[in-house]
């Protein structure tokens, strides 16, 4: 699996000011099937660790401030 090297922004894009991972929020990483994302030891916000999304949207759904967003390709929508 590539891993991202600094947090990654395509496709998955957290909005920092609107994540509360730094406040014990985990749900995004908690309910992505493929574990791609993390909370960030330096921010404490969440962030893609590794570039590898299926686009399955349970991240952007599930997030109760609605800081995360998930950019899906032209050709898969």
Do not use: F, N
């Not at 960030?40 to 349970?58: F, I, N, Q, R, V």
Request: glycine content about 4%; proline content about 9%.
């Amino acid at each position: 699996m590539p891993l991202a090297h600094q947090p990654s922004t395509v496709p998955v894009t957290v909005d920092a000011e609107k994540c509360i991972a730094d406040k014990g929020c985990t749900v995004c990483v908690d309910v992505c099937p493929l574990d791609v994302l993390r909370i960030s030891d330096l921010t404490g916000k969440a962030h893609m660790k590794y570039d590898e999304c299926w686009y399955c949207m349970p991240c952007e759904t599930d997030c109760p401030t609605g800081a995360v967003t998930v950019q899906i390709p032209y050709l898969l929508r």
